[in-house]
């Protein structure tokens, strides 16, 4: 099994920076397409941002020019940079990972449990 935890929520004032860091562990044996969903209350769950093993990446229009997603292959991390935070980036995010477990090398998606991003004055 492949775990993933994030950290890095909280709350901040409209115009701050956040940065959200997703470390995956457990039995890895390769990932593939690292990504950030997020949801608000009421609303569905959505693409933020998503990285490809490569480093490629695609953004959510919404986010796009404040945002920016990496990642770290040697330590099974990824982060989200969130700059100039607006209200409506209020959610709870979520990390995202396609893998493969080590012993069954059966690619799955694998869901951390969440953090909380509260923008408000």
């Known amino acids: 099994q492949v775990q993933l935890v994030e950290s890095g929520g909280g709350l901040v004032q409209p115009g701050g920076s956040l940065r959200l860091s997703c470390a995956a562990s457990g039995s890895i044996f390769r990932i593939y397409t690292m990504a950030w969903y997020r949801q608000a209350p009421g609303k569905q769950r959505e693409l933020v941002a998503a990285i490809s093993s490569g480093g490629s990446t695609n953004y959510a229009d919404s986010v796009k020019g404040r945002f920016t997603i990496s990642r770290d292959n040697a330590k099974n991390t990824m982060y989200l940079q969130m700059n100039s935070l607006k209200p409506e980036d209020t959610a709870v995010y979520y990390c995202?990972?396609?893998?493969?477990?080590?012993?069954?090398?059966?690619?799955?998606?694998?869901w951390g449990q969440g953090t909380q991003v509260t923008v408000s004055s």
């Open positions: 995202k990972a396609d893998a493969t477990d080590r012993a069954t090398r059966v690619l799955s998606n694998y």
